[in-house]
């Protein structure tokens, strides 16, 4: 079976400072990975997701995530953290169902 | 269009009741999954619905149950509510289903609280 493990439970930064989520996934086939955000009080974002072709993918809000095979991670990284970011972080394993990791804490401090 | 929708946004329940949770899925979506969020236990799958039968089912036990109409809106119902059973519930859906390369929407959830 899929799982996901996120290394980081809460990832404090200034703003303007690059980041990085980690995420590693565990699965013996091909899987899609996702990541989601989740604001104060609401349900989850999806930030972007990796099916196949071009390792780097890009989402919204600036956010990128590169799929690496040997691996197995999904890291989200974004050069330059606004206020607006302070959410909680999501990575996501799918094949027969969804799995979500534990989530990670983005602080955005000024 | 229309996100998806989560009816009520907030309840709260005493030990021993029953609940009911509703959820309209993005217009054209036919599958509608439901998830528990819990500080200590973060997002459990719960099951995934498509065309009105049950496809997919997580790891709780029986008091929780759900169903999907035809129109595609979808109730999760728990009985003999218990005070773990306080979390956020979140609906989501996808067009054709839950896993696999189709993106999930969430709902904004519906905040139980069991005392």
């Known amino acids: 079976a899929q799982s996901v493990t996120q290394l980081d439970s809460q990832v404090p930064v200034f703003e303007e400072a690059p980041v990085e989520l980690r995420c590693n996934y565990s699965?013996?086939?091909?899987?899609?990975l996702f990541w989601y955000v989740q604001y104060p009080n609401q349900g989850l974002q999806l930030l972007l997701k990796y099916l196949s072709g071009s390792t780097l993918v890009k989402g919204i809000n600036g956010f990128e995530a590169e799929f690496n095979k040997s691996q197995t991670s999904f890291h989200l990284r974004k050069p330059s953290v606004h206020i607006s970011d302070t959410a909680e972080y999501f990575c996501a394993v799918s094949l027969n169902d969804m799995r979500f990791g534990a989530g990670t804490r983005l602080t955005v401090k000024p | 269009k229309a996100g998806v929708t989560q009816t009520p946004r907030y309840l709260i329940k005493t030990r021993g009741q029953q609940v009911t949770l509703s959820c309209s899925p993005i217009?054209?979506?036919?599958?509608v999954s439901w998830y528990q969020q819990t500080p200590g236990q973060g997002l459990q799958f719960l099951f995934e619905y498509f065309s009105e039968t049950q496809r997919n089912k997580g790891n709780f036990p029986g008091r929780f149950s759900g169903r999907q109409f035809s129109n595609s809106r979808s109730e999760m119902n728990v009985s003999t509510l218990e005070l773990g059973d306080s979390a956020l519930y979140l609906c989501a859906s996808s067009l054709e289903q839950a896993a696999g390369a189709d993106e999930q929407f969430f709902g904004p959830g519906t905040r139980l609280t069991v005392l």
């Open positions: 217009s054209g979506h036919r599958s």
């Open positions: 699965s013996s086939v091909s899987v899609y």
